[in-house]
């Protein structure tokens, strides 16, 4: 099992520039998952999938959308991206038993010039 | 509100225990977690503790978890230079998804 990987590990935009970020998992979880992790600060939710066919807000989805395409894909996509945007952007998945475990992707390092 | 507090930075000697500590603010979290974040690497699952338990133990780990103070600490007995890492917190939300709430990470750097 390759657990989930996500595309791009790195990219480069200019500010305006539009990109979408592939997350994919190969564990049959339900629930997927994608945050940003920022220089002191822990992960924090952009936007979420309970199950196939649903999506919703996390505490920072503004400038984001997502989409989740089937069950073992979970896509980010930044319509004009801003500086504000430079981040380190993780997937994640779940089972939707009672602990819950996330598991994560490496990343992916985005910089927004 | 939802806050997960942890120290920035830690530094031990090679071969002794750490101490990472958390202190969180919502008490109605069901699990909390520590992960582990290796340079340039996701976030990897160390270990978890449900809610009404007060220890857990896991070969080198060990997670204390005082409800009353809200406080979680995880030990790494005899401290090796691979453990050198970013240990995040997190809590679980009891209410809607599978929601997770994050510290800001302990940097451990172990040393000779």
């Known amino acids: 099992n390759a657990g989930v990987t996500q595309t791009p590990k790195f990219q480069v935009l200019k500010t305006g520039q539009s990109m979408t970020l592939q997350c994919a998992q190969d564990m049959n979880h339900n629930s997927m998952y994608w945050y940003r992790q920022d220089p002191g600060m822990g992960l924090r939710l952009i936007y979420y999938s309970a199950s196939e066919g649903t999506t919703d807000k996390g505490e920072v989805p503004n400038g984001y959308n997502v989409s989740r395409l089937n069950k073992r894909e979970f896509s980010l996509r930044l319509e004009s991206a801003a500086p504000s945007q430079t981040s380190v952007y993780f997937c994640?998945?779940?089972?939707?038993?009672?602990?819950?475990?996330?598991?994560f992707g490496p990343g992916t390092r985005l910089t927004v010039l | 509100g939802e806050d997960v507090e942890q120290s920035l930075f830690l530094s031990v000697r090679e071969g002794d225990s750490s101490v990472i500590n958390c202190t969180y603010t919502?008490?109605?979290?069901?699990?909390l977690y520590w992960y582990k974040q290796e340079p340039g690497a996701g976030l990897q699952l160390l270990t978890y503790?449900?809610?009404?338990?007060d220890m857990k133990q896991d070969q080198r780990l060990t997670v204390l978890l005082n409800k009353k103070d809200k406080h979680l600490s995880l030990r790494i007995a005899d401290t090796q230079t691979g453990d050198s890492a970013i240990y995040f917190c997190?809590?679980?939300?009891?209410?809607?998804?599978?929601?997770?709430?994050f510290g800001a990470g302990t940097r451990l750097a172990v040393h000779p």
């Open positions: 503790i449900f809610s009404n338990m």
């Open positions: 919502d008490s109605s979290s069901t699990y």
């Open positions: 994640a998945s779940s089972e939707a038993g009672l602990a819950g475990e996330q598991f």
């Open positions: 997190a809590e679980k939300m009891v209410y809607g998804y599978n929601k997770l709430i």
